[in-house]
């Protein structure tokens, strides 16, 4: 039986060196969950949502899927938005893409790949809508710009889920913001999307129309 074992021998070192530099740090850590970010994410391996952001375990909740999509469907999304927003009352909800993401370079192909065809389907939606802007472009260059886009329609759903709506309406502190990661040189990029109200929905969701 293949039980992995490198694995368990790296994580009791990584754990041993954690406890080394601050002996009380998983004690701490298993009494109570208070991150500020939630971070949805794209499941690329390359793209860790902690170590990006250079925070120890417990600062980021953290909600993967291929090419970070958030729809009304996905009610696996919805649960993490809820109990971030509800439960842990987390300030900032964060929507991150990557350049080369594989599932928007996927939509941009003229073939099948099976089941994930309908989940590619929300991303294919959004280069329709946004076809004046990518029609011009280069392979790659229109790659990176549906990578961008696609945060950005995103960022527009999670904002538009009954969860944020509701937070707003109670007055909680709550900002959703759309950034993009640079595997090539480890940098994050503000898209300059950061919606902290209804009435900057309003306004914000006219610049990917």
């Not at 009610?75 to 809820?82: A, E």
């Not at 759309?178 to 919606?195: A, H």
Request: net charge negative; charged share 25%.
């Amino acid at each position: 039986m293949n039980t992995l074992k490198h694995l368990f021998d790296r994580n009791v070192i990584w754990a041993e060196s954690i406890t080394k530099n601050n002996p009380e740090f998983f004690s701490a850590l298993s009494k109570q969950q208070l991150p500020e970010y939630l971070w949805i994410g794209c499941s690329d391996s390359r793209v860790p949502a902690n170590q990006i952001v250079d925070l120890p375990p417990g600062e980021v909740f953290v909600h993967r899927n291929i090419a970070n999509v958030v729809t009304h469907t996905d009610l696996n999304c919805l649960s993490v938005i809820q109990f971030a927003v509800e439960i842990l009352k987390v300030k900032h909800i964060i929507v991150c893409g990557h350049y080369g993401c594989s599932g928007v370079k996927a939509s941009l192909e003229d073939r099948e790949y099976g089941l994930v065809d309908n989940w590619l389907r929300h991303i294919k939606d959004v280069a329709r809508f946004n076809a004046n802007k990518l029609r011009d472009l280069a392979p790659e260059e229109k790659n990176n710009r549906l990578c961008e886009l696609n945060v950005l329609e995103q960022v527009v759903n999670v904002c538009n889920t009954s969860i944020v709506k509701n937070a707003w309406e109670n007055d909680s502190e709550l900002s959703v913001h759309g950034w993009i990661y640079n595997i090539e040189n480890g940098i994050l990029k503000d898209l300059d999307m950061c919606i902290t109200s209804m009435d900057e929905l309003k306004e914000k969701s006219t610049w990917i129309e």
